[in-house]
């Protein structure tokens, strides 16, 4: 089992910055794929931006040149660091990892595991 707790969410007035991270603990191998979604109420879970065991990242086009992922492998973190938050980005904001490792001795490739979601809320 993976366990995932995001922080860093919060209020901020548009045009200001946050930086949200999640720490990855439990039972794995190694942390693959990195990412960040947002949800709003009535809509689908959607990439944020995303960041792969290389460092290679991508960005939805809306947050291109504002939000910044990056991971710390050594402490199994993956952050997000907005700027320029508009009201538009307000959302609960989940991280999702991408682990190898073994389970029952078996090794698996690839599990996903979401974390519970921190709020971000943008006031205009």
């Known amino acids: 089992q993976v366990q995932l707790v995001e922080s860093g969410g919060g209020l901020v007035q548009a045009g200001g910055s946050l930086r949200l991270s999640c720490v990855a603990s439990?039972?794995?191998?190694?942390?693959?794929?990195m990412a960040w979604y947002h949800q709003v109420p009535g809509k689908q879970r959607e990439l944020v931006a995303a960041?792969?065991?290389?460092?290679?990242?991508n960005y939805a086009d809306s947050v291109k040149g504002r939000f910044t992922i990056s991971r710390d492998n050594a402490k199994n973190t993956v952050s997000l660091q907005m700027n320029s938050l508009i009201p538009e980005d307000a959302a609960v904001y989940y991280c999702?990892?991408?682990?190898?490792?073994?389970?029952?001795?078996?090794?698996?490739?690839?599990?996903?595991?979401w974390g519970k979601g921190t709020l971000v809320n943008v006031s205009s």
């Open positions: 439990g039972n794995f191998l190694r942390l693959n794929d």
């Open positions: 999702n990892v991408a682990v190898s490792g073994y389970y029952s001795g078996r090794y698996y490739a690839s599990r996903n595991y």
């Open positions: 960041i792969t065991s290389g460092g290679s990242t």
